[in-house]
């Protein structure tokens, strides 16, 4: 490998130089800080710097958006604390998607076979109602369908179908997603 020969020149994150560094030194800083609870003010943020956002998006602080105009997010959905949208290229969520803590939704990553170790570039995918869970990892052209589960701490390296539940390293189908037609509210039973 030659690291030396590493060249990305080609990469244009869509936006002028100035907005970006508006974004890193401005936006960027309030979207994470701890202090402002207000997801109605994250939600306004993101979309003076081109993101499209739908309605009632709950998003947590410690969220990190790379390029808020490379993002999509419909209706509803949640984006827990500490997420990181780390999109080169586009990222789209649906509607009613949860996105619990600490997931890292990556669209780079470099040609291992490239003896300059270059830059690629994707897409990630999050269909209508699907859930992916704390700590999980999503790597580029990866698109979850409708309804799909990627579980706790999975790394997921290819697309999910509908209602499939994924777990592990490399995630793989575990289960089919069932939902109930109501809710049901249990307390919690201790054992003794």
Known sequence: MNLAAYD????????PFWIQAAWFFV???????????????????LRMFG????????????????????????????????????????????????????????????DWSDPAFGLRTGFIRIKDGAWIGAKVVICPDVCV????????????MRSIGEREIWVGNPAAQWSVRRIRTESIQEPCVQQR
């Open 8 to 15: 990305n020149s080609w990469y244009h994150p869509g936006r």
């Open 27 to 45: 936006g960027l800083p309030l979207m994470r800080c701890q202090l402002i609870p207000s997801s109605g003010f994250r939600r306004v943020l």
């Open 51 to 110: 993101a499209a956002v739908g309605s009632g998006v709950v998003i947590k602080p410690g969220v990190r958006v790379k390029y808020p105009w490379r993002l999509r997010v419909g209706d509803h959905s949640w984006i827990g604390e500490d997420v990181w949208l780390d999109n080169l290229g586009d990222i789209e969520i649906g509607s009613n998607v949860c996105i619990s803590q600490g997931a890292y939704l990556c669209t780079g990553n470099h």
């Open 145 to 156: 369908a409708e309804g799909a589960v990627a579980a706790a701490g999975s790394v997921v």
